[in-house]
């Protein structure tokens, strides 16, 4: 007879979770949200976890696992290995539970991210920058954790951090006034999935819990696909929170067994629903938050007339990402093409690009241009917003027909990454 060996975590140990978390994290709100519930014609609820004091779940797990230690391993001190909301949470613990902390992030993490760990954990943290990325933070704090005997506070593979994440799972259905029928969960290393997944698996389990992972990051996907968990040669790091190359092999285990189904959305989604939970909720989230809530698409059919839950992660986003959270939104929307434009070298061939080519409502978004005196065309790269997708298979016919055509430069990633 095979034993069982998979680690799940109980709902004794969550519930006791959930008591030792009273006062630390917050009780956030299970809200309806109007906008999308007419959207979907369903009844879309989120888990505002957004609403933290450290702006993400991040605390729950991180708190758990800390305030679990011995004696020893308190007077050795702890390290972390973290560019986000994982530090955050680890240095609100450290102040709060009065144990030493070296966090370690990567080199080119922005200042305003440093700032808020600083914030939280004052004196009781140091701020190590190591490295160019993640990888490299998390194999210098490993070589201090085994210098100097600390221990390591994993993002999300430990049991502690995982019945801290399922007091989420918890929240949801003590707070539900109807039987909930979907949950959207966003997956990054699996804590928070396989935490949640577990508690409605024995307290609600006609719900259908559904894994959403970037596009660009499908590193549980991809594990579940190959029965094994798999390590992602490259990823794409937009979606930072939920962006990792492998998951945890205790969170691959659980969620093996207890996922109804994963999925993967496009970053450029991800970034849409950012602009739209800003412009018509007032709602600021991370893309790592944002991504349960672009899955609802994806299951349109099966969700209508249903009790859905979202749960929204983060709001940990950096104002400077605005201007490419819009250009990713407006590429995925096929509303923002590149183009090599063959201008001729003469007086009034830009005015005429603009008065016989562009619409009336196209808007030139960028330009680089330099006169060259020896060429009879001279090749200028060309930023385009669309009002719509219908405007662009005119406008090119209308740039070949006038010879202003050199190239669409979309479909072209080696060309293209120097543009975004």
């Given at each position: 007879?095979?034993?069982?060996?998979?680690?799940?975590?109980?709902?004794?140990?969550?519930?006791?979770?959930?008591?030792?978390?009273?006062?630390?994290?917050?009780?956030?709100?299970?809200?309806?949200?109007?906008?999308?519930?007419?959207?979907?014609?369903?009844?879309?609820?989120?888990?505002?976890?957004?609403?933290?004091?450290?702006?993400?779940?991040?605390?729950?797990?991180?708190?758990?696992?800390?305030?679990?230690?011995?004696?020893?391993?308190?007077?050795?001190?702890?390290?972390?290995?973290?560019?986000?909301?994982?530090a955050q949470g680890v240095a609100l613990s450290c102040k709060l539970l009065?144990?030493?902390?070296?966090?370690?992030?990567?080199?080119?993490?922005?200042?305003?991210?440093?700032?808020?760990?600083?914030?939280?954990?004052?004196?009781?943290?140091?701020?190590?920058?190591?490295?160019?990325?993640?990888?490299?933070?998390?194999?210098?704090?490993?070589?201090?954790?085994?210098?100097?005997?600390?221990?390591?506070?994993?993002?999300?593979?430990?049991?502690?951090?995982?019945?801290?994440?399922?007091?989420?799972?918890?929240?949801?259905?003590?707070?539900?006034?109807?039987?909930?029928?979907?949950?959207?969960?966003?997956?990054?290393?699996?804590?928070?999935?396989?935490?949640?997944?577990?508690?409605?698996?024995?307290?609600?389990?006609?719900?259908?819990?559904?894994?959403?992972?970037?596009?660009?990051?499908?590193?549980?996907?991809?594990?579940l696909r190959n029965n094994k968990n798999t390590v992602l040669k490259h990823?794409?790091?937009?979606?930072?929170?939920?962006?990792?190359?492998?998951?945890?092999?205790?969170?691959?285990?659980?969620?093996?067994?207890?996922?109804?189904?994963?999925?993967?959305?496009?970053?450029?989604?991800?970034?849409?629903?950012?602009?739209?939970?800003?412009?018509?909720?007032?709602?600021?989230?991370?893309?790592?938050?944002?991504?349960?809530?672009?899955?609802?698409?994806?299951?349109?059919?099966?969700?209508?007339?249903?009790?859905?839950?979202?749960?929204?992660?983060?709001?940990?986003?950096?104002?400077?990402?605005?201007?490419?959270?819009?250009?990713?939104?407006?590429?995925?929307?096929?509303?923002?093409?590149?183009?090599?434009?063959?201008?001729?070298?003469?007086?009034?061939?830009?005015?005429?690009?603009?008065?016989?080519?562009?619409?009336?409502?196209?808007?030139?978004?960028?330009?680089?241009?330099?006169?060259?005196?020896?060429?009879?065309?001279?090749?200028?790269?060309?930023?385009?917003?669309?009002?719509?997708?219908?405007?662009?298979?005119?406008?090119?016919?209308?740039?070949?027909?006038?010879?202003?055509?050199?190239?669409?430069?979309?479909?072209?990633?080696?060309?293209?990454?120097?543009?975004?």
């Amino acid at each position: 007879m095979q034993v069982q060996t998979t680690y799940f975590p109980t709902l004794e140990a969550v519930e006791a979770a959930a008591l030792n978390l009273k006062g630390v994290a917050s009780v956030t709100p299970l809200m309806e949200n109007l906008q999308y519930s007419k959207q979907f014609d369903c009844n879309v609820l989120f888990k505002r976890e957004d609403l933290q004091q450290v702006r993400s779940y991040k605390i729950r797990g991180a708190y758990n696992k800390m305030s679990s230690l011995s004696a020893t391993e308190i007077e050795n001190g702890i390290v972390c290995a973290s560019a986000g909301n994982h530090a955050q949470g680890v240095a609100l613990s450290c102040k709060l539970l009065k144990v030493r902390g070296t966090i370690y992030m990567p080199s080119p993490t922005p200042k305003q991210k440093v700032q808020q760990v600083k914030m939280f954990g004052e004196d009781y943290i140091d701020i190590v920058l190591k490295g160019d990325t993640f990888d490299d933070a998390y194999h210098a704090a490993m070589e201090e954790c085994d210098r100097l005997n600390k221990t390591f506070i994993h993002p999300f593979n430990d049991s502690k951090v995982i019945e801290g994440q399922a007091t989420v799972g918890l929240e949801i259905i003590d707070q539900a006034e109807h039987p909930i029928h979907y949950v959207f969960v966003p997956v990054g290393g699996g804590g928070l999935s396989a935490g949640l997944s577990t508690v409605f698996k024995q307290l609600s389990p006609n719900t259908k819990i559904i894994g959403v992972e970037p596009e660009g990051a499908p590193s549980m996907s991809t594990s579940l696909r190959n029965n094994k968990n798999t390590v992602l040669k490259h990823i794409e790091k937009f979606v930072d929170g939920a962006a990792v190359q492998r998951v945890g092999d205790l969170n691959f285990e659980i969620c093996k067994q207890n996922l109804d189904d994963m999925v993967t959305v496009p970053e450029g989604k991800v970034c849409q629903t950012i602009l739209d939970l800003y412009n018509k909720d007032a709602i600021v989230v991370e893309p790592a938050g944002a991504l349960s809530i672009s899955a609802l698409s994806l299951y349109a059919e099966q969700i209508r007339g249903k009790n859905v839950v979202c749960v929204v992660s983060g709001s940990n986003n950096d104002i400077t990402r605005t201007a490419e959270i819009k250009e990713r939104a407006l590429l995925h929307a096929n509303l923002k093409h590149y183009f090599i434009i063959k201008f001729p070298q003469r007086a009034g061939a830009l005015k005429e690009f603009v008065a016989d080519i562009l619409g009336p409502t196209d808007d030139i978004t960028h330009f680089e241009y330099t006169k060259k005196t020896n060429r009879e065309n001279g090749a200028a790269v060309v930023g385009l917003e669309l009002k719509s997708q219908a405007d662009l298979e005119p406008l090119i016919t209308k740039m070949k027909l006038h010879n202003f055509y050199g190239d669409y430069l979309n479909d072209k990633p080696d060309l293209f990454q120097f543009l975004v």
